[in-house]
């Protein structure tokens, strides 16, 4: 049973008509990739999901309706985001960034710090003085720190030092033990190590549904379809 | 020596008057993006509010009248920036012209209607006579006004400063300030925080429309528009949404018209504020500190 249901969902951006009408279903449990090259409309799509842009069409979480959710109820819902710029709050702490994230009182800061100690001891250095691959384990931890039925991860490995993309792929895949996962990720690698099913855009359409593993295992479907050579190694 | 540190005094207390009407528009401004040109009427409402009920508090004595009408004032000047936000402002997000012309638009007719109503003159406020007397330091005799006021922005800026850092609403705004959409995909309704600010705010001026008419012995219904032209400045000067920031300028810009009123010329003190304007956003064009609460 899917667990997110995308149907016919259109969004324009001043005069661009990013997404046509995409369809596609998330399953419960597990990751499912979007991919695709870049400026094909995948952070559209999932901010489209947040509700953070002007969208028309069906989105359903478990079977309710959520397309016309504002934001912070469809985040209620259980939907937890790590959006592709980080977006930490520079101006706050680290215990105040996750503080702010808290959204009941039994916030899973145990499974937080297990995943990264290195936040429990820059608690409270300010975010906007944090490296890249820091702000990045900020974004994600704000996202596990609930409870959430499914998250959108939008590129969390991009701009990451090797060692980093090793340490985000682990918390990626532990949170997939946990929670449902809708990944977008150029680092196909990561990919393949973490993703089940792959959905892949081009120009504001779906192109391909399926597996992951069978998408990846074929060097002509990456080639036309993600405009990369191979899979690359596992991070 | 005691000629300026009366100027001095003085000027830091106006910089105080300042301080409380740019406050809430910095925060205003720094939070949800709104330039709320009806800042000057909740300073209008808060006076009005408050030399309405002083006057039909004839019972008591001044000391606890004054103190119930500003209490009176206070709470006027809240609710009202409060339903001024859930009425006027929230249906109008995102559209900034509207939004200018919404406000521009009421806050002229909050001085009309109130002028329509008590008549264009300015009314004497009775107030404590301590108010009304001087304290000599080194030679100066400082109006008690001035430490009232100066007390009053000192109390503001700590609590503010304390409500922000400290509770999970200051938080929110503090956010808020840098990202509105982030904090709403962490399933924050920011559009509570909008109204708290806006109270917030809508108080603060209240609190400057009471005490400015201590400082200039009556209610003027004309008050809320002339303190936001310098409410404005000082916020820019500051930089939108930022107290600290904030704080400094309402200084600078205070001791700046009080100096330039006595050793340049009487008058000059208003165009030296302007001019001080123009070279810091020259040097620095997003204010003295940048954009944080």
């Known amino acids: ?235 | 020596m005691s000629t300026l540190l009366l100027l001095t005094i003085t000027g830091v207390g106006l910089g105080a008057l300042y301080f409380l009407i740019a406050s809430g528009l910095s925060l205003i401004y720094g939070l949800m993006g709104v330039l709320n040109f009806a800042h000057g009427a909740f300073l209008t409402v808060g006076a009005f509010g408050m030399w309405y009920a002083e006057s039909k508090l004839g019972g008591l004595g001044v000391l606890p009248r004054f103190l119930v009408a500003s209490l009176v004032g206070l709470v006027v000047g809240g609710v009202f920036a409060a339903l001024v936000e859930l009425v006027l402002i929230r249906p109008l997000y995102r559209r900034h012209i509207e939004q200018v012309l919404v406000t521009v638009g009421l806050g002229l007719a909050t001085t009309a209607l109130v002028v329509a109503i008590w008549g264009n003159d300015a009314r004497p406020i009775a107030y404590p006579g301590w108010l009304g007397r001087t304290t000599t330091v080194a030679g100066a005799h400082v109006p008690n006004d001035r430490w009232l006021l100066i007390a009053a922005a000192v109390v503001v800026l700590v609590a503010l400063t304390t409500f922000l850092k400290r509770t999970r609403y200051g938080l929110i705004i503090r956010a808020g300030v840098e990202n509105r959409a982030m904090v709403t995909a962490l399933g924050i309704d920011v559009r509570k925080a909008f109204t708290l600010v806006f109270a917030i705010g809508g108080v603060a001026a209240a609190l400057a429309g009471i005490l400015g008419n201590v400082y200039f012995t009556t209610a003027d219904p004309n008050r809320g528009t002339s303190l936001l032209i310098f409410a404005f400045i000082v916020v820019v000067i500051g930089g939108l949404g930022s107290l600290r920031g904030t704080a400094v300028a309402a200084v600078v810009v205070g001791l700046v018209q009080q100096y330039a009123n006595y050793y340049a010329s009487t008058g000059l003190g208003d165009l030296s504020v302007v001019l001080l304007l123009g070279l810091v956003l020259l040097a620095r064009p997003r204010g003295l500190s940048g954009a944080f609460a």
């Open chain 1, 1 to 235: 049973m899917s667990l997110l249901s995308v149907r016919d969902l259109h969004v324009h951006l001043g005069e661009s008509h990013v997404l046509q009408g995409i369809e596609f279903d998330v399953p419960e449990g597990g990751v499912t990739a979007l991919l695709g090259r870049n400026g094909v409309g995948k952070t559209t799509t999932l901010r489209a999901l947040m509700g953070l842009v002007d969208r028309r069409g069906s989105i359903t979480l478990a079977g309710d309706e959520i397309s016309a959710t504002p934001t912070h109820r469809i985040v209620r819902r259980g939907v937890g985001y790590v959006p592709e710029d980080r977006d930490v709050f520079a101006g706050l702490t680290v215990e105040e960034n996750l503080r702010l994230a808290e959204r009941n009182g039994d916030a899973r800061y145990d499974l937080v710090y297990d995943l990264f100690p290195e936040l429990r001891e820059r608690g409270r250095q300010l975010a906007g003085t944090l490296s890249g691959g820091q702000q990045q384990m900020v974004a994600i931890a704000r996202a596990l720190l609930n409870d959430n039925r499914v998250l959108l991860v939008d590129e969390p490995t991009k701009g990451l030092a090797p060692a980093l993309v090793t340490q985000v792929a682990d918390a990626l895949a532990r949170a997939s033990e946990l929670t449902t996962v809708l990944l977008v990720e150029q680092n196909l690698g990561v990919v393949q190590r973490v993703a089940r099913d792959a959905v892949v855009l081009d120009t504001g359409r779906i192109v391909h549904i399926g597996p992951a593993r069978e998408l990846l295992a074929s060097e002509e479907m990456v080639h036309r379809m993600l405009g990369v050579g191979h899979a690359g190694d596992r991070p």
